[in-house]
């Protein structure tokens, strides 16, 4: 499975946002269609979930994950109108905050990717790894879901 995620930066501060009944704060994006192109993906996600037309300006990094077949790709994008209004049905939050003070409550690979895109290195290519602990707990609640 393919996923797209947007760093938008609006006067040094970073984009979060939030989804209804998750209390953590992540990037802009999420899966693409079948087929789809990762840059033109992260154009329509970001025009679907926020409201606002951007464009593409680097690729921050791709990041896969050990035992998974899911691959990332982190993008940053600009605002083609600067201050765009945003709306989203997605996502019941959405603020910006300071690249040096980021909240405590966000997903540990998007701060990875963020501290890539801070770092002005990119592209990156990188593999997460797991604890195996995890995944058999994730492959025995997939196991019993099945079941049921």
Same mark, same amino acid.
């Given at each position: 499975?393919? $996923?797209? %995620?947007? &760093?938008?930066?609006? +006067?040094? *501060?970073?984009? !979060?946002? #939030?989804?209804?009944?998750?209390?953590?704060?992540? !990037?802009?994006?999420?899966?693409?269609?079948?087929? /789809?192109?990762?840059? /033109?993906?992260?154009?329509?996600?970001?025009?679907?979930?926020? =409201?606002?037309? =951007?464009?593409?300006?680097?690729?921050?990094? &791709? @990041?896969?994950?050990?035992?998974?077949?899911?691959?990332? @790709?982190? @993008?940053?994008?600009?605002?083609?109108? =600067?201050?765009?209004?945003?709306? =989203?049905?997605? %996502?019941?939050?959405?603020?910006?905050?300071? *690249?040096? +003070?980021?909240? !405590?409550?966000? @997903?540990?690979?998007?701060?990875?990717?963020?501290?890539? %895109? $801070?770092?002005?290195? %990119?592209?990156? #290519? *990188?593999?997460?790894?797991? +604890?195996?602990?995890? &995944?058999? &707990?994730?492959?025995?609640?997939?196991? #019993?879901?099945?079941?049921?």
């Amino acid at each position: 499975m393919k $996923k797209a %995620y947007a &760093i938008v930066i609006r +006067n040094g *501060l970073i984009l !979060l946002v #939030r989804r209804q009944g998750v209390p953590v704060w992540d !990037l802009p994006g999420g899966d693409l269609l079948p087929n /789809e192109n990762e840059r /033109e993906g992260i154009q329509r996600l970001v025009k679907e979930q926020l =409201s606002f037309d =951007s464009t593409i300006e680097d690729l921050i990094g &791709i @990041y896969t994950k050990e035992h998974h077949d899911d691959v990332t @790709y982190v @993008y940053k994008v600009k605002e083609q109108v =600067s201050q765009s209004k945003m709306e =989203s049905q997605d %996502y019941v939050a959405f603020n910006f905050f300071d *690249l040096q +003070n980021l909240p !405590l409550n966000i @997903y540990p690979e998007r701060h990875r990717q963020i501290k890539d %895109y $801070k770092s002005r290195r %990119y592209p990156v #290519r *990188l593999r997460f790894k797991e +604890n195996r602990w995890l &995944i058999r &707990i994730e492959k025995f609640i997939k196991e #019993r879901k099945k079941e049921k």
